[in-house]
């Protein structure tokens, strides 16, 4: 087999890449370890920022989006008995968030792709990059018990955190900063009347907790969990007591419950990989950074890594620039690290720590700072626009000359 692009991994990233490219006239291959099925019913984010609703639209897959999605103009935080809203749209002079499920998103591209004719290898296994430093590289894999190989131009690595892309750079190249939680976020799903019209983060002295949504009849709630819990220790009933002691009390009162439809644990990392890049492989999203879901930064990064892999490779086809290639893991660093901090910092601030020292500070002193920056920063509206500006996301960066 021979394309252009060799893409690892069909999940957001792999499958918004290949269908950029595929409307540039740029042929690729995505080679997937497990099923559709499988993929799809995983349950991940549900905020998607201005940058990544664009990307979408602009690769012709945003019609149900726009007609499902729900478009959010503020969030909550709330915290000692407050409840203070963050006005995205008014403190960014206009921007929003879409909340719209990464199991939606993933749908319409799989759907894009079937319709457009796309070759994507499912339950493929052992895929193995080779060559990427020289001309001619290629990726290995078996299929139904018989060894493929795909032979290309370029490389994207878009399988995740646990894929084998990562690997494929020798240690001596890479540096890998990491940063691991001592909880996880236990998340519930239920065909339920959401909470609230708007997101809202409770910090309370139980731990965190989160009220999301799907859609007018969907609902999505995390509790911070220590990272020891069991899901099966965790029955419906039990969440929801749980989920009411931490919600604001009116927002409790008319909480509506229901039988869950999907229960899981995560558990919270920061993580970063440089370069992102090694001769002609390209790490992008969840396979070069991970962050703590508290900033919902996870899969719009991974976007805004494949806006910035599309923009490249289409000036490498189209006018036939080899050398821009070099700029990506540079322009994709500076965004990662800037939504890193965010998650990273709205974790410090939201979470409980419980005796855990953190950053080398006791843990009263610790809880103690982030008390004050919460305040601080909610009080006054250039510390709420602070928020506002990182929650709807930075803008994304183009390419130098
Ligand atoms: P994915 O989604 O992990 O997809 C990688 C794909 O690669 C496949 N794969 C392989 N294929 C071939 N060979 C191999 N050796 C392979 N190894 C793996 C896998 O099967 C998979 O199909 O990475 P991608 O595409 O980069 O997408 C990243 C996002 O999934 C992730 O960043 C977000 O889900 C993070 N996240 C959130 N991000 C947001 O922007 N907003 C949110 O509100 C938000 N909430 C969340 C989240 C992540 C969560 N969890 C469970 C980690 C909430 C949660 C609870
Ligand atoms: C979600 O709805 O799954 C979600 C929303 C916001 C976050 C994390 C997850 O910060």
């Not at 990562?166 to 998340?187: A, Q, S």
């Not at 900033?295 to 806006?307: F, Y």
Request: aromatic share 8%; net charge negative; charged share 25%.
């Amino acid at each position: 087999m021979k394309t252009q692009v060799a893409i690892i991994g069909a999940g957001p990233s792999g499958l918004l890449l290949g269908q950029l490219l595929a409307k540039q006239g740029i042929d690729n291959v995505i080679v997937e370890r497990v099923t559709g099925d499988y993929v799809l019913g995983r349950i991940r984010a549900g905020v998607l920022e201005q940058g990544m609703v664009d990307l979408l639209r602009e690769a012709g897959v945003a019609e149900r989006m726009d007609k499902e999605g729900e478009v959010h103009t503020g969030v909550e935080l709330a915290f000692n008995d407050k409840r203070v809203r963050i006005a995205l749209d008014e403190l960014t002079g206009g921007d929003t968030v879409m909340v719209y499920g990464q199991t939606e998103v993933t749908r319409d591209l799989m759907e894009a792709r079937q319709a457009a004719g796309l070759t994507t290898v499912y339950e493929a296994s052992d895929v193995q990059i080779h060559d990427v430093k020289g001309e001619a590289p290629y990726i290995t894999f078996e299929k139904n018990g018989e060894q493929v190989r795909l032979d290309c131009d370029y490389v994207a690595g878009c399988d995740g955190f646990h894929g084998a892309s990562r690997k494929t750079i020798p240690d001596d190249v890479k540096t890998e900063h990491e940063r691991v939680y001592p909880f996880g976020w236990l998340g519930l799903l239920s065909d339920t009347k959401p909470a609230h019209d708007e997101l809202i983060y409770c910090k309370t002295d139980r731990g965190f907790a989160l009220a999301s949504m799907r859609s007018p009849t969907r609902s999505r709630y995390y509790l911070q969990v220590p990272l020891t819990d069991k899901v099966e220790q965790w029955s419906d009933d039990a969440f929801w007591a749980e989920l009411k002691r931490r919600l604001p009390a009116d927002v409790a009162a008319t909480l509506e419950t229901g039988p869950s439809i999907e229960k899981s644990i995560a558990p919270l990392r920061s993580f970063v990989c440089e370069p992102m890049q090694y001769g002609k492989l390209f790490l992008v999203g969840d396979a070069a950074h991970i962050v703590p879901p508290t900033g919902a930064k996870g899969l719009n990064l991974a976007a805004s890594d494949v806006a910035t892999l599309y923009k490249i490779l289409t000036r490498v086809y189209k006018e036939g620039d080899k050398e821009c290639v070099t700029q990506y893991s540079e322009i994709c660093l500076r965004r990662v690290w800037h939504g890193e901090r965010f998650s990273w910092w709205m974790t410090n601030m939201m979470h409980d720590f419980g005796s855990v020292e953190v950053n080398g500070t006791d843990s009263v002193t610790f809880s103690k700072f982030m008390e004050s920056e919460l305040n601080f920063y909610t009080d006054n509206e250039a510390g709420r626009r602070v928020i506002a500006m990182q929650y709807v996301g930075l803008p994304y960066e183009d390419l130098s000359k």
